[in-house]
């Protein structure tokens, strides 16, 4: 069935290549989110080639030894149903395995659901995409909202990991160094929330936002407030029922529903009530 099709690892070499299949499909993600996946995890991610074309691609993270989280997944239209997904996706695995990673979780598309079930990975919830285009209304301005430097650093991380159950620090201080904006919420010197908004290909991105209930929504709104009028895509975890009453609220429409999914053990497990805002569907 995949007569042809070699997998490898993927290289800076393919990432003009991979970005023109990610732009086919229409996601949101650029190339320099393409460098920060092969800067995070240069061995744990792979592309499908044949007759030396990029056909396919998935890639993984490892945040220490305890999650990776898998992403990119992606087959060329005229390559599907062939094997070359699974073959893919069982590639990463197996090279996860290898490292001893405890907990390999993703957010999977419709499309990929399918895929993922056949390999054994199970439903841990779902997230809308919602998104908004034009202008966000004006936010009561607090002093507690300030811009992200460098001394708020070891606060966001500590918050980041309490939240998370895992540490992000490369992947968040690489996602504020691209940032269109980040922002954290300090009461009394203390870091009680954090968040950010980005620019993608085709959408900003808002995320991710990490928050004490209460603190997220001041965020949110600060952040928005902030922005541009272009499209505007934010991945809500369901479960975090005022993050999705925001939505609602500040006019955000459903987009599309994602499953969080996980492979043999929830070791890991996600902390909706904090995370108000994912940081992209390849990282988690
Ligand atoms: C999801 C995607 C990567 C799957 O790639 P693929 O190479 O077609 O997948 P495979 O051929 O390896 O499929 C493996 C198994 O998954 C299941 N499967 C795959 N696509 C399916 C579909 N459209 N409907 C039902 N089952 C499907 C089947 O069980 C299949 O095995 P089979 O063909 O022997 O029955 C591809 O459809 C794609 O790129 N979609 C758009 C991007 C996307 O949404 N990616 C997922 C991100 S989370």
């Not at 149903?81 to 957010?107: N, T, V």
């Not at 034009?134 to 650093?153: F, I, M, R, Y």
């Not at 504020?176 to 993608?200: C, D, H, K, Q």
């Not at 991105?205 to 541009?228: F, K, Q, W």
Request: hydrophobic share 40%; glycine share 8%.
């Amino acid at each position: 069935m995949h007569y042809g099709v070699t997998i490898r690892c993927l290289t800076s070499a393919d990432l003009r290549e991979v970005d023109q299949l990610r732009a086919e499909l229409g996601w949101n993600q650029t190339i320099s989110d393409w460098r920060r996946l092969l800067a995070l995890a240069p061995e744990g991610c792979f592309a499908a080639e044949r007759n030396g074309k990029i056909a396919g691609t998935c890639t993984s993270v490892c945040f220490g030894d305890e999650l990776a989280w898998i992403g990119m997944m992606m087959v060329h239209p005229a390559s599907r149903r062939q094997g070359i997904g699974g073959r893919l996706l069982r590639s990463c695995i197996e090279s996860l395995r290898r490292r001893g990673l405890k907990c390999i979780k993703l957010d999977a598309t419709p499309m990929g659901l399918p895929v993922y079930t056949h390999i054994g990975f199970l439903p841990e919830c779902t997230l809308t995409r919602w998104e908004h285009q034009g202008l966000l209304p004006d936010a009561e301005p607090s002093s507690s909202v300030q811009t992200l430097s460098e001394k708020h650093w070891p606060g966001v991380l500590a918050l980041d990991s309490q939240t998370m159950g895992i540490s992000r620090a490369f992947l968040l201080q690489s996602l504020a160094a691209t940032s269109l904006l980040a922002l954290v919420y300090v009461s009394e010197g203390s870091i009680l929330g954090f968040g950010m908004l980005r620019s993608g290909a085709r959408a900003n991105y808002l995320g991710p936002v990490v928050a004490l209930p209460g603190i997220g929504e001041m965020l949110v709104r600060v952040l928005l407030s902030r922005n541009d009028d272009r499209l505007t895509f934010w991945d809500v975890l369901d479960l975090n029922e005022p993050a999705s009453a925001l939505a609602r609220q500040l006019g955000f429409t459903p987009a599309r529903p994602l499953t969080r999914m996980y492979l043999d053990t929830n070791t890991v497990p996600t902390n909706c009530e904090k995370y108000w805002a994912t940081a992209d569907p390849a990282t988690g």
